[in-house]
């Protein structure tokens, strides 16, 4: 090469620049629009809030959670499963595949045991049709491909999973991921909610069946000392009502022979 050569290579070389600069300016402008729509994508997620706002059930609004994560995470079907206790099982609590599309439990599959790791973020199959336990899922037999999965934590722990399913193969990228665990973290409010609920019913039970068992023991100082329950077989009646509810009681007394049975002491059945 000559010093000719040299001014022709710097004359291509400072078009070769200006394309990699427009280039550079494209692809910013590529980013800022991508930034911009998953911070709007990103808003309209939030709105799950005020569809979910006081709900103690998720189930009772989980198709309404679907439709609204559709409009920037596109599925056909979104389902909330939840470990059993032992890990062994699965049970799909909230869903939107049609009832009886999918068992009540199913095992977890030896190749699904990953799940139960606490460290996993997110996982995305392309089409589960080509593994053999995807191929043997309720899901594929109704023509599901890709599957997006994010975990669903209570206070730490990993209870669940959010899924979402496509009849496409290879619809779902990390990008997502991102959107999937910000609709599973609105969801896992509301099954906290739940939780919590539940827990203070079943104290609540507790609590009453306390305060029933404190009434019955209350018979026992009606009967000290009494030497015929129909004595104070009203008596029995009376505070039995309280934590039983009943229009009549008695009491059969099995006849020598085991045959009959004569009644030995009524209240509420006429004649005493």
């Known amino acids: 090469y000559t010093n000719a050569d040299a001014v022709i290579g710097r004359r291509i070389a400072d ?4 394309t990699l600069s427009h280039q550079r300016l494209a692809e910013q402008s590529l980013k800022a ?7 709007a994508n990103l808003k309209m997620l939030d709105s ?3 569809a979910i706002t006081g709900v103690i059930d998720i189930r009772e609004v989980f198709s309404r959670v679907s439709e609204i994560a559709s409009r920037v995470l596109p599925h056909d079907a979104m389902g909330l499963p939840i470990f059993t206790d032992d890990g062994e099982h699965v049970i799909p609590y909230a869903t939107t595949f049609p009832d009886g599309t999918l068992p009540q439990i199913t095992p977890l599959p030896e190749s699904q045991r990953f799940l139960l790791n ?8 392309d089409d589960i049709q080509l593994h ?3 191929r043997a899922t309720a899901f594929a037999r109704i023509g599901m491909h890709s599957l997006l999965r994010v975990p669903i934590r209570l206070n730490g722990k990993l209870v669940g999973m959010l899924a979402f399913f496509s009849k496409q193969i ?3 990228t990390q990008d997502d991921a991102i959107l999937a665990k910000r609709i599973a973290s609105h969801v896992a409010l509301v099954v906290s909610h739940q939780r919590l609920g539940d ?15 404190e009434v019955l023991d209350g018979l026992l100082k009606t009967l000290t000392g009494v030497l015929d329950i129909r004595q104070v077989f009203d008596r029995v009646s009376q505070i039995s009502q309280r934590v039983l509810a009943h229009d009549a009681v008695a009491i059969g007394e099995v006849m020598p022979g085991g045959e009959t ?3 030995y002491a009524s209240q509420g059945l006429g004649g005493g």
């Not at 629009?33 to 911070?39: D, F, G, I, M």
């Not at 827990?199 to 068992?213: D, G, I, P, T, V």
Request: hydrophobic fraction near 40%.
């Open 33 to 39: 629009a991508s930034l911009e729509e998953r911070a």
């Open 261 to 263: 049975i004569r009644m």
């Open 170 to 172: 290879g619809s779902y």
């Open 48 to 50: 799950l809030l005020d």
């Open 118 to 125: 606490e460290q996993w973020e997110s996982h995305i199959v």
């Open 199 to 213: 827990e203070s019913q079943r104290r609540a039970a507790f609590q009453e069946r306390q305060a029933n068992l």
């Open 132 to 134: 053999p336990d995807g």
């Open 15 to 18: 078009h070769v620049a200006l």
